[in-house]
């Protein structure tokens, strides 16, 4: 793989990519955590997905091991583990490449094509997961606004949570939980509230949400 997409985007944005050998050996640092379905994971300058795709493949490890015999729990965890990854891109054409990536090892490991509705569910999902945006500022790209992530669960059944944080409110956790803190004796969820609650959404339902983004971006 080449570590270098040109010199002078290592000048201008200092883009270099990980090998994927140092990539394990750091994700076998965090072994554990990284292999868990349900472990949250985000890379606040993610390229095109060297560490993601990583992250993901030891997840869906997790997923075959555990519910590998059942083809609805393994396409229901599958789903569970792309929503528990995230990322940040400052470069277009990066995130564009990574949600490409992340989208192809989960259709690959699954055997499913654009037009199944898990398919679809897995767009959707990476939409709102990956971001187009700055880290540093914790700021979109196109829009300049605030950086908004999904924070997504299972309810069973086949059915999925969605509730929607701010990046810059979550940031502020640790200043929080200081003993010495104004807000110490508070409970997380007294100081830290969705911005936006969802109803229950099945697969059926995330897919109809993609394409229905699909057609807003056509016109």
């Not at 640790?174 to 609650?197: I, M, N």
Request: hydrophobic share 40%; charged share 30%.
């Amino acid at each position: 793989m080449n570590l270098v997409k040109s010199k002078q985007r290592v000048v201008d944005h200092g883009e270099v990519f990980t090998p994927s050998w140092m990539v394990e050996a750091m994700l076998d640092l965090v072994k554990d955590e990284s292999e868990r379905i349900d472990s949250r994971v985000l890379e606040p300058a993610c390229g095109s997905g060297n560490f993601l795709v990583h992250v993901l493949r030891r997840k869906l490890v997790t997923v075959e091991r555990k519910f590998g015999k059942s083809d609805f729990e393994k396409k229901h965890f599958a789903l569970l583990a792309l929503m528990c990854i995230y990322g940040i891109e400052l470069l277009d054409d990066n995130i564009a490449e990574c949600r490409e990536n992340m989208l192809e090892i989960f259709a690959e490991y699954l055997g499913i094509e654009e037009t199944d509705d898990l398919y679809q569910a897995g767009v959707h999902v990476l939409s709102h997961n990956l971001v187009h945006g700055d880290a540093l500022t914790m700021h979109t790209c196109d829009t300049r606004v605030p950086i908004t992530f999904a924070e997504w669960g299972s309810l069973g059944k086949g059915k999925f949570m969605r509730r929607d944080f701010r990046l810059d409110r979550l940031t502020h956790l640790s200043s929080f939980e200081r003993e010495d803190s104004l807000f110490s004796q508070l409970g997380k969820h007294e100081v830290f509230a969705p911005v936006k609650t969802y109803p229950p959404m099945t697969v059926a339902d995330l897919a109809v949400a993609a394409r229905t983004d699909t057609v807003k971006g056509q016109e």
